[in-house]
């Protein structure tokens, strides 16, 4: 298997189609390099044909097929000091006319791919303008631990770094 950072897009053979329109996948690299703490995703969600595939772990791939579809993934990370709940933080990716990725930090328990995901095809919220701008990159930064979070989406593969 290629490593995180050799992964590239690539096409869906014609029998893993779920339909006649072109399919694509997007992938996702977990670059921990740098990271001081560990992160693991635990929770996937999919919007309108669009799957999640993970061959033998990470890296993640979204497949998509048409357009204005996207994918989300929850990751969990260490409980910081003072607090009595972990981390949590959430990519969301996809395409409608190109590619776009967001990145939301300092989530409460109940804030789960599934509480967001529909926010980005619903017209006047936040999620939905990044959606329309075709967001490319994002960095924030959590409040209690100070653990900066990075998302940068090119061509068809969405990094995903903390430091």
Known sequence: MASLHEADSEYVHEDERS???ASRNIRVSVDDTNATSTFK???????????????EGPPYTLIVNGSDVSGTLRFKGPVPAGSEYPE???VALGIDTDTW????????LKETG?????????SGTPEFKVKQDHQKTVTKTFTASGIIVTVTITNNL????WE
Request: charged share 25%.
């Open 158 to 161: 969405l990094v995903v770094s």
């Open 41 to 55: 995703v635990v929770e996937e969600t999919n919007w309108n044909e669009a799957t999640w595939r993970e061959i």
């Open 88 to 90: 949590f933080f959430l």
């Open 19 to 21: 339909d006649h329109n």
């Open 101 to 108: 990725c967001d990145l939301k930090v300092d989530l409460a």
């Open 114 to 122: 599934a509480f967001f995901q529909p926010k980005y095809f619903h």
